[in-house]
């Protein structure tokens, strides 16, 4: 069954620590997407990073790297020299290629609370 | 581009009436979902429509949610009769096609008195 887990319920750094959030998934098809999603407190949910299966690739973009490792089925997620603005809920998600529907399964998030 | 409108962004509502949540997704993109998300949790998908036929239901509680996309552009979510634990963000999302990225819409928060 698709599963993923983001253990850290709730994290808090001072600005311009160094954060990494954790994603561990589940999933027994060969192909498939891991996303993540920032939510800030106006609630809608913004899309970050989508990657595919066979794209193992770390990815930067700016103060945002992503760490993915098919061995440990993990795509964790490292924000540098955190920001106030940073604080919001963030969510690993998982979709399948398989079967009719892509939808998204999403971890239960992380609280980031990022204090000046 | 403009991305996905949602109306209403809150509802306070009491047991047992009905709720209509109208969803307007990014032009020309052909899938469109509505998600749950209830407090402290991630969102779960309640439908998914391609164009205008439904791809997925099975998460829909189908004795009091019902769902359209007439035309396949606009869609509708309705509530009837709404239950305290119906309190929860109803997202919508649209995408360009099969795994394609999901861009999401502001939400409705719903609270069921």
């Known amino acids: 069954a698709q599963k993923v887990t983001q253990a850290q319920t709730e994290i808090s750094v001072v600005e311009k620590e160094d954060v990494t959030l954790d994603c561990v998934y589940e999933t027994r098809d060969t192909t498939y997407y891991l996303f993540w999603y920032k939510q800030p407190p106006s609630g809608e949910l913004v899309f970050l990073i989508r990657r595919n299966s066979f794209d193992e690739q770390n990815e930067i973009s700016g103060r945002y790297s992503w760490n993915f490792q098919k061995s440990t089925s993990s795509f964790n997620f490292t924000i540098t020299a955190s920001q106030v603005v940073d604080s919001a809920v963030y969510f690993c998600a998982l979709s399948e290629e398989a079967g009719n529907t892509d939808k998204l399964i999403f971890g239960t998030g992380t609280r980031l609370q990022v204090f000046p | 581009e403009a991305g996905v409108a949602q109306s209403p962004r809150y509802k306070i509502i009491e047991k047992r009436q009905s709720v209509a949540f109208w969803c307007n997704p990014i032009?020309?993109?052909?899938?469109l979902y509505w998600y749950q998300q209830i407090l402290g949790q991630g969102p779960k998908l309640l439908i998914q429509?391609?164009?205008?036929?439904?791809?997925?239901d099975s998460q829909l509680p189908k004795d009091r949610f019902s769902a359209e996309r007439l035309k396949g552009v606009d869609s509708t979510l309705k509530i009837q009769p709404a239950k305290l634990e119906d309190s929860a963000v109803y997202l919508c999302?649209?995408?360009?096609?099969?795994?394609?990225?999901?861009?999401f819409g502001p939400g409705t928060r719903l609270l069921v008195l």
């Open positions: 032009s020309g993109h052909a899938t």
């Open positions: 999302a649209s995408s360009g096609g099969a795994v394609e990225t999901q861009y």
């Open positions: 429509f391609q164009n205008n036929g439904v791809v997925d």
